[in-house]
Antibody
Framework: EVQLVESGGGLVQPGRSLGLSCAAS????????MHWVRQAPGKGLEWVSG????????VYADSVKGRFTISRDNAKNSLYLQMNSLIVEDTALYYC?????????????????WGQGTMVTVSS | EIVLTQSPGTLSLSPGERATLSCRAS???????LAWYQQKPGQAPRLLIY???SRATGIPDRFSGSGSGTDFTLTISRLEPEDFAVYCC?????????FGQGTKVEIK
């Protein structure tokens, strides 16, 4: 079964750090670009960051640039998000998502597999 | 950044009725790289439509997408009980990837 399982969420004070992980199974992880998407309570989806299959291309939303770092370990079939200098506005359910290859060699694609998310709450 | 505006915010319909959801982009979406997702409470989003009009694997044919440029539509031809949910559009043609705020389809 194709699956993504996030972990690492929790309650953290403003200004502190937290690291998220996403474990992939059921597919060839290093064939796919991966992304993080978040959803604040009662709000819509917000794209956070993406990384290519070989970590050669990494992109961030402006709202997290300079504070968050995405990475992956293909040997461990895992995706990571290191979040530093957290602010209250980072409070959200964080999903990892697989970028589909429905458009062939085009590096752009929708997100076809999602995890169930891990909750991050930033509060004093 | 491409801003996606969905309308209406809430759609109240009965099972068997047709649902028409709109997603308007602030600028043209490159290559019609527009996707639709369904999200139910407590669940992750589910990909329904990509490339504006192609159904994802396993999606019933009562779901269809259309549009190009800045105006896109998701149509559910006959609502089934399991279709009552929030629907969200996403453009993936340019960075940053952006999502609409969602349309809730609720039972009337």
């Amino acid at each position: 079964e194709v699956q993504l399982v996030e972990s690492g969420g929790g309650l953290v004070q403003p200004g502190r750090s937290l690291g998220l992980s996403c474990a992939a199974s059921g597919f060839t992880f290093d064939d796919y670009a991966m992304h993080w998407v978040r959803q604040a309570p009662g709000k819509g989806l917000e794209w956070v960051s993406g990384i290519s299959w070989n970590s050669g291309s990494i992109v961030y939303a402006d709202s997290v640039k300079g504070r968050f770092t995405i990475s992956r370990d293909n040997a461990k079939n895992s995706l990571y998000l290191q979040m530093n200098s957290l602010i209250v506005e980072d409070t959200a359910l964080y999903y990892c998502a697989r970028r589909s290859m429905v458009h062939g060699s085009d590096t752009r694609g929708p997100f076809d597999i999602w995890g169930q998310g891990t909750m991050v709450t930033v509060s004093s | 950044e491409i801003v996606l505006t969905q309308s209406p915010g809430t759609l109240s319909l009965s099972p068997g009725e047709r649902a028409t959801l709109s997603c308007r982009a602030s600028q043209s979406v490159s290559s019609s790289y527009l996707a639709w997702y369904q999200q139910k409470p407590g669940q992750a989003p589910r990909l329904l439509i990509y490339g504006a009009s192609s159904r994802a694997t396993g999606i019933p044919d009562r779901f269809s997408g259309s549009g190009s440029g800045t105006d896109f539509t998701l149509t559910i031809s006959r609502l089934e009980p399991e279709d009552f949910a929030v629907y969200c559009c996403q453009q993936y043609g340019s960075l940053p990837r952006t999502f609409g705020q969602g349309t809730k389809v609720e039972i009337k």
